[in-house]
């Protein structure tokens, strides 16, 4: 039973353009969300969070959004660049819980 | 580089055999947190030690357990190995106790089972 999906198991965008990467999950007990990136080798790396409280979250190029009533959250890329080029993750938890579930990565490339 | 460190990078071995894979976090950090990421799968959270306690605990199986040492430093041992857990494992760290931190993950251990 998956409680954060990532549908998309891959996404292939020209850069300069937007790059949305999405996450669904299905706890609504969940009020804070990230989300990861991984170059190969390497392990993930902290991109951006979001509380329950907000709907919006900016950092430089990296816009997460999210939608409590669908219980989906998106990671918008503007403008993508190569090296955006990796896997991310979301991952979901709360501050009053043990429970940290990530999704399964979406993997982002990025050609000129 | 994160400032955590995971030894060994890769290691291999037969099934039945117990392993230790072992983590140090950044400096000042008091939080480590294992990971399991097998083919195909997302990380799977295994457990949370905060400044030699365990605080949180996620899909770890019995045959697996983790300590944290008083130099903050932890180690997860795997015991009874099947194929299945041949995987990466990823620790990470934060300063604080929270879930809601934000963790720096190590390289990770990438485990062959054989």
């Known amino acids: 039973d998956q409680q954060v999906k990532q549908n998309s198991p891959s996404l292939s965008v020209q850069e300069g353009r937007i790059s949305i990467l999405n996450c669904d999950y299905t706890?609504?007990?969940?009020?804070?969300f990230l989300w990861y990136k991984k170059y190969p080798a390497e392990g993930p790396t902290f991109l951006i969070s979001i509380s329950s409280i907000k709907d919006k979250n900016e950092d430089g190029r990296f816009t997460v959004f999210l939608n409590k009533s669908a219980k989906h959250l998106s990671l918008h890329i503007v403008p993508s660049q190569p090296g955006d080029s990796a896997v991310y993750f979301c991952?979901?938890?709360?501050?009053?819980?043990?429970?940290?579930?990530f999704g399964t990565g979406t993997r982002l490339q990025v050609f000129p | 580089d994160s400032g955590v460190t995971q030894t060994p990078k890769h290691l291999i071995t037969a099934t039945g055999q117990r392993v230790t894979l072992r983590c140090s976090p950044r400096?000042?950090?008091?939080?480590v947190y294992w990971y399991q990421q097998s083919l195909d799968q997302g990380l799977q959270f295994l457990i949370q030690y905060y400044n030699g306690e365990e605080r949180a605990k996620g899909n770890i199986l019995e045959r697996f357990s983790a300590q944290q040492f008083p130099d903050l430093h932890s180690e997860l041992n795997l015991s009874s190995l099947e194929l299945g857990d041949s995987a990466l494992y990823f620790c990470?760290?934060?300063?604080?106790?929270?879930?809601?931190?934000?963790?720096?993950f190590g390289p990770g251990t990438r485990l062959t089972v054989l």
């Open positions: 990470a760290s934060s300063p604080g106790e929270g879930l809601t931190d934000t963790q720096y």
């Open positions: 400096s000042g950090d008091l939080s």
């Open positions: 706890n609504s007990m969940f009020d804070y």
């Open positions: 991952a979901t938890t709360s501050y009053n819980t043990d429970k940290l579930i």
